[in-house]
């Protein structure tokens, strides 16, 4: 006989499924649980569709790790991004000529020598030449007004560079400009560039007047030599 088959037949009370919860009520057979008593504990074998769908789901689970589990290494969460590949370049070393021809060369021309009348001559320039923070002044902030160099008048104006060139790319670009064309003047640095944007914080173009009084940065209050 099947345990878990309900059997039903006229004259005879009717027997729940799970074994044997007898209906009391004899003059009312009921079909199925009735809740009048209590599920007994069998011992049904599990089906053979539940194994199979479990070494399935096994078979999924392990084909998905071996796939996507990136072998459970820390690496596997490291997403490259733009930030860091940023992060990695400024680490090579800014090329002063590449700065000077793509930022300064558009004005004073890849040969220094200007255009006459618009853009002074950087060649033997002792604006460029003759101190170390003029020039980087002079890139952080900008110039404007009346201006002779080299026995040639200019009245224009340079705009500020300070936010779009990190010190580095400045020191670089003066560098290759003090030590090109025939040129020859100390290296500026990075350290140089860094102290003069901190000691002359946020302020508007210099005038070429104000820039021949105005003390070197050392000699500032709060400066750090
Ligand atoms: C948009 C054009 C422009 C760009 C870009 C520019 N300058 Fe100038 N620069 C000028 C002008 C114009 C003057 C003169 C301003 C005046 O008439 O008062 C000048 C003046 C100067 C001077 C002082 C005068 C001289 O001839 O020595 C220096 C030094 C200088 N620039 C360096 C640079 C450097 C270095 C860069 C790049 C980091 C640069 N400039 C980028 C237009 C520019």
Redesign the pocket.
């Known amino acids: 006989m099947i345990r878990s088959r309900v059997r039903h037949s006229p004259g005879r009370t009717p027997r729940k499924e799970w074994g044997g919860g007898r209906c009391k009520d004899a003059a009312h057979p009921h079909i199925g649980f009735t809740g009048q008593g209590e599920p007994e504990e069998g011992n049904t074998p599990t089906p053979g569709w539940l194994w199979a769908f479990s070494a399935i789901l096994v078979v999924a689970m392990v084909y998905y790790l071996v796939r996507f589990g990136g072998s459970f290494s820390v690496a596997a969460h490291e997403v490259e991004q733009p930030g860091l590949a940023a992060a990695q370049r400024s680490t090579v070393p800014v090329k002063g000529d590449e ?2 021809s793509a ?2 060369g ?3 021309q890849r040969h220094g020598r ?1 255009i006459p009348g ?5 060649v033997a ?1 002792p ?2 030449l003759r101190d170390t923070y003029s ?1 980087i002044r ?2 952080l902030a900008g ?5 002779e ?1 080299n026995g040639a008048m ?6 500020p ?1 300070g936010d779009k ?1 990190s010190d580095e790319e ?1 020191a670089a ?2 560098s290759h ?1 003090r030590s090109s064309w025939g040129n020859r003047a100390l290296r500026i640095t990075r350290s140089d560039v860094k102290s003069v944007r901190e000691s002359s914080p946020l302020r508007g173009p210099w ?2 007047p104000e820039l021949e009084m105005a003390p070197p940065p050392s000699m500032r209050p709060g400066n750090v030599p």
């Open positions: 700065v000077f930022v300064c558009a004005c004073h200007g618009t853009y002074p001559p950087l320039s604006w460029l020039p002079i890139v110039l404007y007004g009346r201006i160099v200019f009245n224009n104006r340079m705009p560079l060139l400045i670009a003066l400009a005038t070429p």
